[in-house]
């Protein structure tokens, strides 16, 4: 079975509502249907209710950034699943860089919150990589795969199939420097093996896995050529219509 290619926009906290609806109708007129292909845009959670009617009919779809691993009750300032199927996300980011560097999310945090997402049907795109420091040690790949067992470890054999994870590492979010399309393959078949030991085969097959860090119209085709990449994940490009535009035509 092909694996589905997700080409995922994460606005991260940029963009107020007049450029939104710009970005969103240009995305709507530019980009065409295409099968095993799926993109989808991550806005902030304010946003959602806007973006969802602009994209009401489109085969775009929408996730949120991030969510509450609890469904209700006094978290002040979180956001619950349980909003977020109301509002019709159909994905939602889980334990990105930002969230576990500078909201010290651990690999236990990340798995409650991919659970309480899956209990609602909504599918958590978990976020996974190394920094800089980490894989000069050596060490990067332990630490991926002990943040990905942390997440099976949580959950229950029904929900493996709706994972999809994505191979971000910090040295290259934002920062310019792209993983070359080898360094991101090779660490996908990591990743693939990590999920084939903690779960199956044929789950490991079946699971969509994007590569995100610096991505732009100009490199998206190499990657996107990969054998183990399933899509990529995309943060400052996915602002730009033109780039975000190009990068899901290299598909
Ligand atoms: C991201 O935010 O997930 C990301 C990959 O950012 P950028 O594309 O800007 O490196």
Same mark, same amino acid.
């Given at each position: 079975?092909?694996?589905? &290619?997700?080409?995922?926009?994460?606005?991260?906290?940029?963009?107020?509502?007049?450029?939104?609806?710009?970005?969103?109708?240009?995305?709507?007129?530019?980009?065409?249907?295409?099968?095993?292909?799926?993109?989808?845009?991550?806005?902030?959670?304010?946003?959602?209710?806007?973006?969802?009617?602009?994209?009401?009919?489109?085969?775009?779809?929408?996730?949120?950034?991030?969510?509450?691993?609890?469904?209700?009750?006094?978290?002040?300032?979180?956001?619950?699943?349980?909003?977020?199927?109301?509002?019709?996300?159909?994905?939602?980011?889980?334990?990105?860089?930002?969230?576990?560097?500078?909201?010290?999310? &651990?690999?236990?945090?990340?798995?409650?919150?991919?659970?309480?997402?899956?209990?609602?049907?909504?599918?958590?795109?978990?976020?996974?990589?190394?920094?800089?420091?980490?894989?000069?040690?050596?060490?990067?790949?332990?630490?991926?795969?002990?943040?990905?067992?942390?997440?099976?470890?949580?959950?229950?054999?029904?929900?493996?199939?709706?994972?999809?994870?994505?191979?971000?590492?910090?040295?290259?979010?934002?920062?310019?420097?792209?993983?070359?399309?080898? @360094?991101?393959?090779?660490?996908?078949?990591?990743?693939?093996? @990590?999920?084939?030991?903690?779960?199956?085969? @044929?789950?490991?097959?079946? &699971?969509?896995?994007?590569?995100?860090?610096?991505?732009?119209?100009?490199?998206?085709?190499?990657?996107?050529?990969?054998?183990?990449?399933?899509?990529?994940?995309?943060?400052?490009?996915?602002?730009?219509?033109?780039?975000?535009?190009?990068?899901?035509?290299?598909?």
């Amino acid at each position: 079975m092909a694996r589905t &290619t997700i080409i995922a926009g994460n606005w991260k906290m940029n963009l107020l509502p007049d450029d939104a609806w710009e970005l969103v109708a240009g995305l709507k007129e530019e980009l065409v249907l295409k099968a095993n292909l799926e993109v989808a845009v991550f806005p902030q959670s304010p946003l959602l209710p806007l973006v969802s009617g602009w994209l009401d009919g489109s085969f775009i779809t929408y996730g949120a950034q991030n969510s509450s691993q609890h469904d209700s009750g006094a978290f002040t300032g979180e956001v619950s699943p349980l909003l977020l199927r109301t509002l019709g996300c159909k994905y939602s980011l889980v334990g990105h860089s930002e969230r576990r560097e500078l909201f010290g999310e &651990t690999n236990e945090t990340v798995a409650a919150k991919a659970k309480a997402l899956l209990a609602v049907g909504i599918k958590p795109i978990v976020c996974v990589g190394e920094s800089l420091e980490e894989r000069e040690a050596g060490s990067h790949i332990e630490k991926i795969t002990n943040q990905i067992k942390a997440v099976f470890a949580s959950l229950e054999p029904e929900d493996y199939k709706d994972l999809v994870f994505a191979y971000e590492p910090i040295w290259a979010i934002g920062t310019g420097k792209t993983a070359t399309a080898d @360094q991101a393959n090779e660490i996908h078949k990591v990743i693939r093996g @990590q999920i084939k030991e903690s779960v199956c085969e @044929q789950i490991a097959n079946s &699971t969509s896995i994007l590569y995100g860090g610096s991505v732009k119209g100009s490199n998206a085709k190499e990657i996107l050529g990969q054998s183990d990449v399933d899509g990529v994940l995309v943060g400052g490009a996915s602002l730009q219509l033109e780039d975000f535009t190009k990068i899901v035509q290299s598909f």
